[in-house]
Each structure stands twice: as C-alpha cells, then as structure tokens.
T-cell receptor
Framework: GQNIDQPTEMTATEGAIVQINCTYQ??????LFWYQQHAGEAPTFLSY??LDGLEEKGRFSSFLSRSKGYSYLLLKELQMKDSASYLC??????????WGAGTKLIIKP | GAVVSQHPSWVICKSGTSVKIECRSL??????MFWYRQFPKQSLMLMAT?????????EQGVEKDKFLINHASLTLSTLTVTSAHPEDSSFYIC???????????????FGPGTRLTVT
C-alpha cells in the first residue's frame, strides 16, 4: 500500500533550526514535494526533490534518499510566521500526490 | 504572483442547491488539474483528476454525478457540487501539475481554495 509517516506535531523556538522527517511507501516514485499550509489556507509549494541529496532554497532545505524512502525538510532561522503544517507528498507512478496528515509546527518566542 | 486562481473564495448555499467552483491556470496551459477536498484538521483528499477535453477520473468513493467536473479549456476547470448538503461543507482546492525544464522536474501549484458552507 501507499503510506506517509510524519510526526504529528513539533515545537521549536524562534531563531532555531528544526528538521521535519518524512518516510514514505508508494507505488512507483516520481519525486517528492514539500508544502506549507497555514490554517484555513491552501498549501504553498516549498520544494520538489527527485534525485538523492539536499536542495537548498533560502531558509528552507529539503533532502531525499530514494533507497530509504526518506525525506526531511530543514527550516533555519525560524520565524513566528513559520508556524504552520508541513506536508510531505510523494508523486507516485501515476503522477498522483500521496498525502499524509502533515506535521503541525509550533514556533515559540 | 499567483499561478492558479479559484472563484469564489467562499460561498454559502442552501441545502439542495448547486454550486459551481472555477479553477483557472494563469501562467501556463494545464492539460491536467486536480480537485481536492479538505475537512478541518484533516489532510487533503484527492477527489478527481480533471483532464482537458475528456472525462474526469474520480477517486473511489467520490460520486461523479454529484461532483461534476468540466475541463473545457487548457486554463479552466470547474467543479459543480450538485444538490449540496451540509455534509458537503468543506474546503475545496484545485491544483495544477506542470513539468519544468526538460520534463524531469515538476511543480504543483494550488489555488487559494473555496470554502463551501451548506446550510
């Protein structure tokens, strides 16, 4: 079957660094997306990884290991506005996104 | 700027009426659009894949006669909730998947969503 596993909730301090892990099992694989979703809003695209390794984009970086079915999102210099849910979504062989419940990130001052 | 727009952003309707939601791809032509539904504090649920010029592909458990999808052009897909009931109240979001560069990389953009409340 297809499955996504992320922590339900994480708490971090403003200015710190946090890593949100994601493990996945899919029927085929065509890359993995990370999205940010604030409450009551649609998801916002953060990153896409299809090859192993780290992709850095400003304060956010995403890592992928296809052999391990593992990805993480790294957020640096946390700001209060980073409080949101973070969704890991692999793209399966039919080019459909597989969604988990996401990780709710709480930033404290 | 936004690459996908939705209209309306929110709508309240009475039980038994129909509601149409529009999804427009602003920056590129989209042969495929996706419609999602999200209930409070739950993950996104794919309802259907909208294919330009052909019938939509519905996910298991989604009634195609209740959720009518029309993808008449490369920039517009519509979702019509027919005979809406209170349990249809939800956040409906469309998205567009586009390939980037030589086609080995993808980006998926979401519309801002439409909040439907059926009274």
């Amino acid at each position: 079957g297809q499955n996504i596993d992320q922590p339900t909730e994480m708490t971090a301090t403003e200015g710190a660094i946090v890593q949100i892990n994601c493990t996945y099992q899919t029927s085929g694989f065509n890359g993995l997306f990370w999205y940010q979703q604030h409450a009551g809003e649609a998801p916002t695209f953060l990153s896409y990884n299809v090859l192993d390794g780290l992709e850095e984009k400003g304060r956010f970086s995403s890592f992928l290991s296809r052999s391990k079915g593992y990805s993480y999102l790294l957020l640096k210099e946390l700001q209060m506005k980073d409080s949101a849910s973070y969704l890991c979504a692999p793209l399966d062989s039919n080019y459909q996104l597989i969604w988990g419940a996401g990780t709710k990130l709480i930033i404290k001052p | 700027g936004a690459v996908v727009s939705q209209h309306p952003s929110w709508v309240i309707c009475k039980s038994g009426t129909s509601v149409k939601i529009e999804c427009r791809s602003l920056d590129f032509q989209a042969t495929t659009m996706f419609w999602y539904r999200q209930f409070p504090k739950q993950s996104l649920m794919l309802m259907a894949t909208s294919n330009e010029g052909s019938k939509a592909t519905y996910e298991q458990g989604v009634e195609k006669d209740k959720f009518l999808i029309n993808h008449a052009s490369l920039t517009l897909s519509t979702l019509t909730v027919t005979s809406a009931h209170p349990e249809d109240s939800s956040f409906y979001i469309c998205s567009v998947l586009t390939s980037v560069g030589t086609g080995s990389s993808y980006e998926q953009y979401f519309g801002p969503g439409t909040r439907l409340t059926v009274t």
